[in-house]
Structures are given as C-alpha cells and as structure tokens.
C-alpha cells in the first residue's frame, strides 16, 4: 500500500516536473507545447488516473492526508472528489484521449476515461507562478436524458416551493380578520359599563321591636284610661293605614 501511494506521489512529482520545465522552454506563442512535453505528460496524468483507481478508499484517505501536509491543497482536493465520484462513475474500463493544452505558460491536461457506469474526466492544471498543482478535478459525464430529468426535477422543486409560500402567505392573509375580532373584543372590555342603580325599596319599619315606642304608646294609654302603666300588658302594636 505504502508503494501504491509513493508512486502516486511519484507520478504527480513527474508530471509536476515536466510541466514547469515546459513551462521554462521558449515558444512560438503562449498556446504552442513542446512536442516532447505533448508526449510526456499524457502518458503520466493517464499514469496517475490508473494508479487512483487502484486504491481503495484508506488508500486514498492516505494519499489525501500526505499531499496535505506537502502544502498541496489542489491536489488533495482532487483526489476527494475522485473519492466522492467513484462510485458514480464506476470501475475505469479504458481511456478514451488525452489532450494537453496551454495558457498563458500554464499547461492543462484532461483525461476522458469511461466507467463501467458512465463517461467522465480528469483535468489537470500547473500553475507556473506557484510551482504546485492548481487545478485537479474529476467530472462525470451525464446523458441527455439524465440532464434533462435533473432540469425538470429542478424545476419541479422550485416550482413547488413558490407555491408552498404562496399558500403560507395567503392563510397569513387570511386570518387578518381574526386579528380585527381581537381587537374590537378588546376595545369592548375597556369602554365602561353602564351603571345601573337598584331603586330603593323601603322596607317597613319593625315597631314590634322598638322598645322606646312602646314605652311611649303604654305611657300614653294608661294617662288616657287613669291606670297605672304597670297593670297594661302590651302584647303587640300594629300600624294603622289611613
């Protein structure tokens, strides 16, 4: 395993290596490669894509933590992606081509390989400023009829959503009107209730027991009748309507 991932670095070091000395030769114009440099580094990226497909997943956790530690960031995100795609692509079946291309001194290669399951390319790109990798990526190649399903399931879901919140919006709307019942039960407890005064009702007044009164009404019968007051007994005083 640990010779697997040497010469994996091994063979970016290669391919590093011919780049930057293509990218020291002098040439006719910025797009034009070295014959030798068009030959050489086909053959290592197609070299390394082999090598990656023979590691299994530890492997390449590995190789992505080595290449981290060498500072090289691109490269390292490559080989996640090649990781995460896998899968999708499938086991490598051949290579279809190679091309090599320049920039601006910068030489990019892209590998189109097929999968047992689909199409896909490697792309490679050096940066001459940095003397590292600046590009590494792997994209699988989809069918019509998969980009046209992904179109319309896309446009399904965002069609689904504009009117999921428009019917949350129109039931916000909705229930305004029990937002203005709120507030006028509200308003109804505050304003003051009319008070209604009981009449007065007036009650008889009790002479039975008013001991005073009595006294008096005895007081009055016996000077009236020459008795002594002792010798009436008053049992009880009823009042007269006229």
Known sequence: MKKRIKYLILSLFMIAMLALSACGKKADSESSIPE??????????????????????????QVIDSVEQNGQTAFAEGVKNFKSTKELVGDLVGIDDTKVSASEGNYVVKVNYSGENRKSEMTLGFDSKTNQVA????????????????????????MGTVFIILIFISFLISLFKYINVFENKLKAKTKEEPVIEAAAVNEPENLED????????TAAIAEFSNTDASNLIVRSIKRVKR
């Open 36 to 61: 030798d440099i068009s030959n050489q580094l086909p053959v290592q990226a197609e070299s390394l894509l082999n090598q990656l497909y023979k590691m299994n997943d530890a492997e390449l956790d």
């Open 210 to 217: 008013d001991l005073e009164l009595v006294a008096v009404i």
């Open 135 to 158: 590009v590494f990526s792997i994209t699988p190649k989809y069918s019509v009829l998969e980009n046209m399903e992904k179109a319309a399931l896309n446009t399904v879901l965002g």
